[in-house]
């Protein structure tokens, strides 16, 4: 203690030490009321709209980019569905459009056959009448010649 009320001396100190203490105290604590706890308040705000909305970004971003990925997942599903439905309509389509390609085929050649054997018919008709009227025409040419 004495080495400690030495230092003191050697620092000019004296009794009014106590009553600067105290004076300084009651300032600080004005001070802290009016101005430190007010600058705290800025500064907690300030870093709660910064680094806070910071952070609050990053988790609407991933909650983004869930959302994206479901939707991207929800349209390949719906997408596939759509592609099979497509193609199950064409192939129902082109069968059916198969089916009456190949009856009109059909009802074409039938008709071409009727025809075919109609104008075969009668070209054998005709055949066999201007068979007949050449031997006709024949006896009359030799009737002439002979006359």
Same mark, same amino acid.
């Given at each position: 203690?004495? #080495?400690?009320?030495?230092?003191? *001396?050697?620092? !000019?100190?004296? %009794? %009014?030490?106590?009553?600067?203490?105290?004076?300084?105290?009651?300032?600080?604590?004005?001070?802290?009321?009016?101005?430190? &706890?007010?600058?705290?308040? $800025?500064?907690?705000?300030?870093?709660?709209?910064?680094?806070?909305?910071?952070?609050?970004? &990053?988790?609407?971003?991933?909650?983004?980019?869930?959302?994206?990925? +479901? =939707?991207? *997942?929800?349209?390949?599903? @719906?997408?596939? !569905?759509? &592609? /099979?439905?497509?193609? /199950?309509?064409?192939? #129902?389509? #082109? /069968? %059916?459009?198969?089916?009456?390609?190949?009856?009109?085929?059909?009802?074409?050649?039938?008709? =071409?056959?009727?025809?075919? $054997? !109609? @104008?075969?018919?009668?070209?054998?008709? *005709?055949? #066999? +009448?201007?068979? %007949?009227? /050449?031997? &006709?025409?024949?006896?009359?040419?030799?009737?002439?010649?002979?006359?």
């Amino acid at each position: 203690m004495d #080495k400690l009320i030495g230092i003191f *001396q050697q620092l !000019g100190v004296d %009794s %009014s030490i106590f009553i600067q203490f105290i004076i300084f105290t009651v300032i600080f604590l004005l001070l802290k009321m009016l101005l430190f &706890n007010k600058l705290l308040f $800025v500064l907690q705000l300030r870093e709660s709209k910064t680094t806070k909305l910071d952070e609050e970004a &990053n988790d609407t971003f991933s909650k983004a980019e869930t959302l994206a990925e +479901e =939707y991207h *997942q929800k349209i390949a599903v @719906i997408h596939d !569905g759509a &592609n /099979s439905e497509a193609s /199950s309509r064409k192939e #129902k389509i #082109k /069968s %059916s459009e198969d089916e009456k390609l190949k009856a009109t085929t059909e009802q074409i050649l039938k008709e =071409y056959e009727d025809k075919k $054997v !109609g @104008i075969i018919d009668r070209a054998q008709a *005709q055949g #066999k +009448e201007l068979l %007949s009227s /050449s031997k &006709n025409l024949t006896d009359d040419l030799v009737s002439k010649f002979l006359n």
